[in-house]
């Protein structure tokens, strides 16, 4: 009788009896709804900005043909919403690799230090565009860890891009590595990671949510920042390859702090 589950019955007579088996198809049944959640979000998100692509293209063969000025703008607008659709399928191509490598385990030794230093580098100019300073608070010495560093990358891109997208101009960010006792099954030590930003914060109701795959507190910023709602279900599935956890603190108007722990 309760809510939310699946059964599937089977009844089979016997000699003198009749034998019936429940089978619990819970989760089954919530893996296909999440599947079908997914399909439709992916479709969604894919239509909107097709729609807005063709409704230029017919204004530019129809009533704007001659007029260049609405031409230009029109043109623009196609370009951002054809780059929208680039972004959703790169994230969406990202998600499936990382989930499809999730059970095998990275072996390469990564040093944490190095890539931290070569992805600020990296965003620098959109730090700049966004006039957000990105400090970093390192260990003098490498941070290594058995990992997959093209992965660990995405991470922090993901992690730094949504603290200078969500924070505002004159804002820093500050991303920090250093040791940790961490406990797990395998109690042993670790590596902390964090990425902290001094913007307008999330809602703590949002919090348990935000790795879900386009879960988002405000659709309209996101989208307005050319955000795809991915971003963060993609940095949960690569922290799990890792073995690793992902904490994420934030108050309304405080700033946000996401913070992984990683075991050597
Ligand atoms: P998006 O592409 O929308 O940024 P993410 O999965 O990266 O998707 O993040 C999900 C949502 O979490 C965002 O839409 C935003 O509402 C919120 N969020 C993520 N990082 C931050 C941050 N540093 N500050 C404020 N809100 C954030």
Known sequence: GAQDTAFRVYVRPL????????????????????????????????????????????????????????????????????????????????????????????????????????TIHSLSTLAEDADVQILSDLPDEPAIIAGDEDQLRQVLVNLIENAIKYSGAGTTVTVSVGPVSYETRLKGDGIRLSVKDSGAGIDPVHLPRLTERFYRVDSHRSREKGGTGLGLAIVKHIVNRHRGRIRIESARGAGTEVTILLPV
């Open 15 to 118: 000699d003198t009896s009749v034998l019936v088996t429940f089978v619990d198809e819970t989760s089954l049944e919530q893996a296909g709804q999440m599947r079908r959640d997914f399909v439709a979000n992916v479709s969604h998100e894919l239509k909107t900005p097709l729609t807005a692509l063709i409704g230029f293209i017919e204004t530019l063969k129809g009533p704007a043909k001659n007029d260049e000025g609405a031409r230009d703008r029109f043109l623009s607008i196609m370009e951002t919403e054809a780059s929208r659709m680039n972004r959703l399928v790169s994230d969406l191509l990202s998600l499936s690799r990382v989930e499809a490598e999730e059970r095998v385990r990275p072996t390469t030794p990564v040093d944490l230090t190095g890539l931290v230093k070569s």
